[in-house]
């Protein structure tokens, strides 16, 4: 059974660059994200990836009054995922009740019961936004009892000001910083 789990956060079409709500420069990363993938395979760690996956009126959309734009609407190709992924991945489709919102991959899923249950003691985390769902699916590993690390170099943020501060944030709450090719 593997100790370990990659978490992919969000690395969705409408959060690159051109998509609905994208995080500046986000598609820079998807090569290195690709890389962990594989790296993590190789060590025959869980993948997880996890995916905003909202209803057509999600609560956090401007028109219900929320702050975002329409994004990642169910079964629309800004909702597809942009990295490559093995078959056997475990997906995480976050807020997809119309009135809840949800950050974290933990947040209204189960995948605290997945990692439990497949023995994992370690997680790792990537992807995008590190002031959003990258900042609240770690803090949540930490709450749940993972050691967890944070791929500093498979992360993008969308203001490096509020992003650093995010990476103190983590650190300060247990979240060990490391960097893909180091692991």
């Known amino acids: 059974m593997p100790e370990e789990a990659l978490i992919v956060v969000d690395m969705q079409r409408d959060f690159m660059p051109g998509g609905a ?69 475990v997906i995480i ?14 947040e209204g899923t189960n995948l605290a019961e997945i990692l439990k249950e497949k023995g994992v003691k370690r997680v790792y985390v990537c992807g995008v936004a590190t002031e959003y769902c990258v900042r609240a699916t770690a803090l949540d590993a930490v709450k749940y009892g993972f050691e967890t690390y944070l791929l500093k170099d498979a992360i993008k943020g969308i203001n490096p000001e509020d992003e650093k501060k995010t990476l103190e944030e983590l650190q300060r709450a247990g979240v060990k910083l490391v960097e893909c090719s180091s692991v």
């Open 21 to 89: 709500l994208p995080v500046p420069e986000g598609d820079r990363i998807i090569p290195i994200v690709n890389e962990c993938v594989r790296k993590f395979r190789e060590r025959r760690a869980l993948i997880v990836a996890t995916r905003d996956w909202h209803p057509e009126n999600h609560i956090s959309f401007k028109e219900r009054g929320g702050p975002w734009p329409r994004h990642c609407v169910q079964n629309t190709p800004g909702a597809e995922f942009v990295v490559e992924l093995p078959p056997d991945a």
């Open 93 to 106: 489709s976050k807020a997809a009740d119309p009135d809840k919102e949800a950050y974290s991959g933990f």
